[in-house]
């Protein structure tokens, strides 16, 4: 048994990472021994002849697994299906089909030969969260696979699946990547492959932010349209992340959309704590939360912030500027942080909360205006 040779691009990353002492990690291309405890199936006849025919069949680019042992585990944590009775459930007998057509047609069929189904063997959400809690349950967030699957809906899926390129990034492809690699050394690399973005590897560049549209998937999926929702549409909210400061992907508390993200996924598990933190105001959460001179606190600014982009012209005739707009915040009822800003909680408001909505509203809707200032609905 070998290990998938060295292309080029991945012996330029080992020499990059060898002075930081992992060179095997980054390129993912060590043979191990099998931790015989991961599942009986391992020695599965069915996975091994799966896993024979794929490794055979997916080579180079096209490769899905970097050994055999880790497409022995990945096989271990999937169902096996039957193989008399084939359809295109998350199931090793679906993959195995996809792996014997790859034999003529790799690039049409490696992909969902691998870990992930590709939508031809389930979805690779689906696969994830059916093999992740099994290699790494002390890394999985999730009491449900619902919560899970909703938390993956909303991450970046790639056109390709390739084990160098989708080693990093903010993707469901480098948590796949990583959870393959967990298979066989779940200490290294379980830490790697949370849905949640987590250092050093799947995770969006350290100094560029998020895509609005990242923020309002995950957004969405989490605090949905019920009680604790942050926004009334999907437009909604992208307009609101283009007015808010973007900052940078690694964010837990700055005023940024970067870390509204970030308690986004904490509130797939906990919408009732964190969902007021990943909405327009941040709740004191997603910026300091000390009063300066003055009083101003994190809730105004954000409102301010939001206000002078939504309705210039009323912002200019009632706040004058934006010391004006946080001297005036500042006296509202709900400016200090955990107000628990939500759409449902706002409408009942005729504090900031009810200028929060109304802002929100505004851009899309000028009428808002009005209430967003103090009239109309938030006298």
């Known amino acids: 048994m070998s290990s998938r040779s060295f292309t080029p691009r991945a012996v330029s990353w080992c020499l990059l990472a060898l002075a930081l002492g992992a060179c095997q990690a980054v390129a993912g291309i060590e043979d191990r021994k099998l931790d015989p405890k991961l599942s009986p199936r391992v020695d599965s006849e069915q996975c091994k002849d799966y896993c024979s025919v794929v490794m055979d069949a997916c080579t180079g680019d096209d490769a899905v697994y970097t050994n055999l042992n880790q ?14 009775e084939i359809n295109n459930e998350n199931t090793v007998a679906c993959r195995a089909r996809e792996a014997e057509n790859a034999k003529d047609e790799p690039k049409g069929y490696c992909r969902s030969a691998g870990p992930g189904g590709n939508g031809k063997c389930g979805s690779d959400c689906e696969a994830y969260c059916q093999i992740f809690p099994q290699i790494c349950p002390k890394n999985y967030e999730y009491s449900t696979s619902e919560q899970c699957l909703r938390a993956c809906s909303a991450l970046t899926e790639q056109d390709s699946y390739n084990l160098e390129d989708d080693h990093g990034g903010d993707t469901i492809e480098c948590r796949l990547v990583h959870t393959s690699s967990a298979s066989v050394d779940p200490t290294g ?78 509130s797939i598990t906990s919408p009732a704590v964190h969902c007021f933190h990943s909405g327009p105001t941040g709740d004191g959460h997603c910026g300091d939360t000390r009063k300066a001179a003055g009083g101003f606190t994190t809730n105004c600014e954000s409102y301010c912030a939001l206000l002078v982009q939504a309705c210039p012209t009323q912002f200019d005739e009632a706040m004058g500027d934006a010391d004006g707009c946080m001297a005036a915040c500042v006296e509202l009822p709900e400016a200090d942080p955990e107000s628990h800003y939500s759409v449902e909680n706002a409408a009942k408001s005729s504090g900031l909360n009810c200028r929060v909505l109304y802002t929100t509203r505004a851009f899309e809707d000028s009428a808002a205006c009005a209430s967003a200032v103090g009239g109309g609905e938030c006298k």
């Open 71 to 84: 497409c022995l585990s990945i096989c271990a944590a999937l169902d096996p299906g039957d193989p008399e």
């Open 189 to 266: 690399h379980c830490a790697h492959a949370p849905l949640r973005p987590s250092d050093p590897w799947c995770v969006g560049d350290a100094k560029q932010p998020p895509t609005c549209e990242q923020y309002c998937d995950i957004e969405l999926a989490a605090c949905g349209d019920g009680e604790f929702a942050q926004y009334e549409s999907p437009e909604q909210c992208l307009a609101v992340c283009e007015a808010l400061p973007p900052g940078v992907n690694p964010d837990q508390a700055a005023n940024t959309m970067a870390c509204r993200r970030y308690h986004s996924f904490n």
